[in-house]
């Protein structure tokens, strides 16, 4: 709350003001029914105007107090939602390993929402109710000490019930909260998953899954709304307990002359005027013990070491190719897997082919280069400096990466073309389209460029969106390219057509492209051959040919296969 300390200061005046205001209306009230007891007309109808004029105000401060509150929250939600969309873009591999998509989900949505509505309507009717009864409870010990203690008695009971409501509160709302994040995660996955669940025939078990979960979610939410429920009975009932003080005893007192009849009017006002404060405190104290868990959630998240890159500044970028070596580094999984200690030097402008089998640690190796993933052991330098967290986006604003499954965005083809640079022309749009093969395509597409490509790319191929990928890292003219198997789904006569346009467009920049096609790796000038993420052999294509290992194995192979579809297709 420190960024908008003008507008709660601002927010707390006006609710002063409004409380101010509305206390002092049945003290006028009072005064002007005293003043038609006594028959002093004049008086009644000053005393009136007076009464007219403060609740003038009490209407101006609590529209005021609303507008200013409110919008307050709606700040507050404004900021959390940029925080946690900044935190997570800032979040490295491990983050989304171990964490689900559902429950991230449920913290950007549901916690948010619970903390905007504690900030705004439960800060407001707290600030209300605790400027209200201050000035309440003077006038009404003014009036009479001994009234005003009997009818505020029972709102000392009241005030320990919600004490204990809350807390129970707030238990349950922590393990709702939860639920619905696994409600969400299990929605998400079985929604994202609907072939494979089609495929093996689980939508009956999914869907029992499913009902498990609402169950859970229903019994915690029934218990939160049972709770929630006492609070409106209770305060109705306090509220009648001392409307019922107040006309026994205060009656009592008018009938012994100990009190007027225009005070017991004020008394009457003033019971008025608190009851749906002190009523709603049952429903604030709701609204901060949701806010309070929301916001626990929410720093999980926030507060996480280690997460965040410095600075959103443009950056100056180093002309000519990456240059970057490894020496003794290694990355490795609890269970053992991934690469290292491995070293490993990429020249400024090379060309370095990784092969392997699955699970050889390819993708990892590039993950590290690309700075996604930390090394445990050993250095990373980049250009001769140490890679850290200064250099990352440095580093990240000069490459482009391809990974095995091509991502695109519900958006048109060129805005996810341009998504690297959104200030590219049309000419360079087209150009990357010749680069990749992907020119017949666009026009031969109902809207060209603007032809809208639906969720994760639906309207295209596989081949096609690892050919939107691969253009998309080339329109940034990155000083390192990394090809993580991105011509898996191409067809051989288009890849070779490719990789023969790559070699005349990719005159300044650093590539290093994981495969399976040993004659892919031909056509670098180094070929690196890992297994269980050890580098074994290294050379130039002819020269690991020659060897015995992986490289020359697979090359048989594969050449028999090309025979064997030669000979088909012939």
């Known amino acids: 709350m420190a960024p908008h300390r003008r507008i709660l200061f601002l927010g707390l005046s006006a609710s002063v003001l409004c409380s101010l205001a509305a206390a002092w209306v049945p003290f006028w009230s009072g005064r002007a029914v005293h003043a038609l007891e006594l028959r002093q007309w004049h008086a009644s109808r000053r005393d009136l105007l007076w009464m007219l004029g403060f609740t003038l105000f009490a209407g101006i401060g609590r529209y005021l107090m609303r507008n200013t509150l409110i919008g307050l929250s709606r700040e507050v939600e404004k900021r959390q939602r940029e925080e946690l969309y900044d935190s997570l873009l800032a979040r490295p591999f491990s983050f989304y390993e171990q964490s689900r998509i559902g429950d991230l989900m449920s913290r950007m949505g549901d916690d948010v929402n619970t903390v905007r509505m504690a900030t705004g309507p439960g800060l407001m009717s707290l600030?209300?109710?605790?400027?209200?009864?201050?000035?309440?409870?003077?006038?009404?010990?003014?009036?009479?000490?001994?009234?005003?203690?009997?009818?505020?008695?029972?709102?000392?009971?009241?005030?320990?019930?919600?004490?204990?409501?809350?807390?129970?509160?707030?238990?349950?709302?922590?393990?709702?909260?939860?639920?619905?994040?696994?409600?969400?995660?299990?929605?998400?996955?079985?929604?994202?998953?609907?072939?494979?669940?089609?495929?093996?025939?689980?939508?009956?078990?999914?869907?029992?899954?499913?009902?498990?979960?609402?169950?859970?979610?229903?019994?915690?939410?029934?218990?939160?709304?049972?709770?929630?429920?006492?609070?409106?009975?209770?305060?109705?009932?306090?509220?009648?307990?001392?409307?019922?003080?107040?006309?026994?005893?205060?009656?009592?007192?008018?009938?012994?002359?100990?009190?007027?009849?225009?005070?017991?009017?004020?008394?009457?006002?003033?019971?008025?005027?608190?009851?749906?404060?002190?009523?709603?405190?049952?429903?604030?104290?709701?609204?901060?013990?949701?806010?309070?868990?929301?916001?626990?959630?929410?720093?999980?998240?926030?507060?996480?070491?280690?997460?965040?890159?410095?600075?959103?500044?443009?950056?100056?970028?180093?002309?000519?190719?990456?240059?970057?070596?490894?020496?003794?580094?290694?990355?490795?999984?609890?269970?053992?897997?991934?690469?290292?200690p491995i070293d490993l030097a990429l020249p400024p402008g090379s060309r370095l082919a990784v092969v392997g089998g699955i699970g050889s640690g390819k993708t990892i190796l590039l993950q590290v280069l690309a700075g996604l993933r930390e090394i445990q052991e050993g250095t990373l330098t980049l250009d001769g400096r140490a890679m850290g967290a200064d250099l990352l986006r440095e580093h990240w604003a000069g490459i482009g990466w391809v990974p095995q499954e091509a991502f695109l965005f519900s958006l048109s083809l060129r805005e996810n073309l341009a998504l690297g640079r959104p200030g590219a022309t049309e000419e360079e749009l087209w150009e990357v389209a010749r680069v990749v093969c992907l020119d017949d395509l666009i026009r031969r597409l109902p809207m060209g460029l603007d032809t809208v490509v639906g969720e994760r790319g639906v309207v295209l191929s596989g081949g096609e969106r690892q050919r939107t990928a691969l253009a998309r890292a080339l329109l940034r003219k990155p000083r390192l390219l990394l090809l993580d198997d991105a011509l898996s789904a191409v067809d051989s006569e288009t890849e070779s057509r490719i990789l023969d346009n790559l070699r005349a467009f990719l005159v300044d920049t650093t590539l290093v492209l994981a495969t399976h096609r040993v004659f892919v790796a031909e056509l670098c000038d180094r070929v690196l051959v890992l297994e269980d993420g050890n580098a074994v052999q290294s050379g130039t294509a002819q020269e690991l040919a020659q060897e015995p290992g992986h490289f020359s194995r697979i090359k048989r192979l594969q050449s028999l296969e090309r025979e064997i579809l030669g000979e088909a297709v012939s």
């Open 127 to 340: 600030l209300q109710t605790a400027s209200l009864l201050p000035m309440t409870l003077v006038l009404m010990l003014q009036a009479s000490p001994r009234l005003a203690l009997a009818v505020i008695t029972p709102f000392t009971f009241l005030a320990a019930g919600f004490y204990l409501i809350g807390k129970w509160s707030h238990r349950i709302q922590q393990k709702i909260q939860v639920v619905t994040s696994q409600l969400n995660t299990f929605s998400h996955e079985t929604i994202s998953g609907e072939k494979v669940v089609q495929a093996f025939g689980l939508e009956a078990l999914r869907v029992a899954e499913f009902e498990e979960l609402s169950r859970t979610q229903a019994r915690m939410s029934i218990r939160q709304t049972i709770l929630f429920g006492a609070y409106m009975p209770l305060s109705a009932f306090t509220a009648g307990l001392a409307a019922l003080v107040l006309v026994a005893y205060g009656g009592t007192l008018v009938l012994r002359g100990a009190l007027t009849l225009g005070d017991l009017t004020a008394f009457t006002g003033y019971l008025a005027t608190l009851a749906w404060p002190i009523m709603s405190l049952g429903w604030s104290a709701n609204l901060f013990q949701r806010g309070r868990a929301g916001q626990e959630r929410i720093e999980a998240v926030l507060n996480d070491p280690g997460a965040f890159l410095p600075g959103h500044a443009p950056l100056a970028l180093r002309p000519g190719p990456a240059a970057m070596e490894l020496r003794a580094a290694s990355h490795r999984f609890e269970s053992g897997r991934g690469i290292g």
